[in-house]
């Protein structure tokens, strides 16, 4: 149990379009989801907290404008990359949130988008 | 973004060899957890540890949560190649409505057959 997807594995685009990505928990229902940005030898560094039903909540710096969160429902929330440029080539993670007392709210990671923008 | 501070930074090491890495943080955490990156992947939990003191295992793994709730170790007992990857601790500073995790700078283990 406990399984959280994410499509594109892998993504190639130019500079100037927007990328969607999706991230599902495909046996569980998660009212929040978060997405993550991970550098080259880097740590995840937290970017927004998605709430299904409300608005995204983001982390200081992380423009709100370049980077829509959609969380339509209990098992989907999208990552929309707008206008990307070549800065904004990274590994995007997903994380759902179990939530329960015998889950004890743990954070369930899906497998990461690597975006490349030339 | 805040991060914990994770040390070492990375390892190498001969299999069969026992490996332990620790985070230290200057704030205090509810929750600590010790997660396992391969590349390319998304992290995969290890230990999740959930009160001050508590000592977990899993496997060849065990991790304690410090009593000042400020730090946590992780150790691998008797290495082999497929523990190769980044280990990341992360803490959590409270339920309820953030469950929002801070993660470490992250630890490289490279194990030598």
């Known amino acids: 149990g406990a399984v959280v997807s994410q499509h594109p594995s892998r993504v190639i685009c130019k500079s100037g379009t927007s990328v969607k990505i999706e991230c599902r928990s495909l046996?569980?229902?998660?009212?929040?989801m978060f997405w993550y940005r991970q550098f080259p030898k880097q740590s995840l560094m937290l970017m927004a907290t998605?709430?299904?039903?409300?608005?995204?909540?983001?982390e200081q710096g992380v423009e709100k404008d370049k980077f829509l969160i959609n969380h339509a429902s209990l098992t989907l929330s999208t990552l929309t990359v707008t206008s990307a440029h070549p800065e904004d080539s990274s590994f995007y993670i997903c994380?759902?949130?179990?939530?329960?007392?015998?889950?004890?709210?743990?954070?369930?990671f899906g497998p990461g988008t690597r975006l490349t923008v030339l | 973004g805040q991060q914990l501070n994770q040390s070492p930074q990375s390892m190498f090491i001969q299999e069969g060899e026992d490996v332990s890495m620790n985070c230290t943080s200057s704030?205090?955490?509810?929750?600590w957890l010790w997660y396992k990156q391969d590349p390319g992947e998304g992290p995969v939990l290890l230990i999740a540890?959930?009160?001050?003191?508590e000592l977990t295992s899993n496997g060849r793994l065990t991790a304690q949560f410090g009593i000042t709730r400020k730090d946590s170790f992780l150790n691998i007992s008797a290495s082999i190649p497929s523990d190769v990857g980044i280990y990341f601790c992360?803490?959590?500073?409270?339920?309820?409505?953030?469950?929002?995790?801070?993660f470490g700078t992250g630890t490289l283990l490279a194990v030598q057959p």
């Open positions: 704030s205090i955490f509810n929750t």
């Open positions: 994380s759902a949130l179990q939530s329960g007392a015998r889950r004890r709210n743990e954070q369930f």
């Open positions: 046996d569980f229902q998660a009212t929040t």
């Open positions: 992360a803490g959590r500073l409270g339920g309820g409505a953030t469950n929002k995790l801070i």
């Open positions: 998605s709430n299904e039903g409300s608005k995204a909540t983001y």
């Open positions: 540890l959930y009160k001050a003191g």
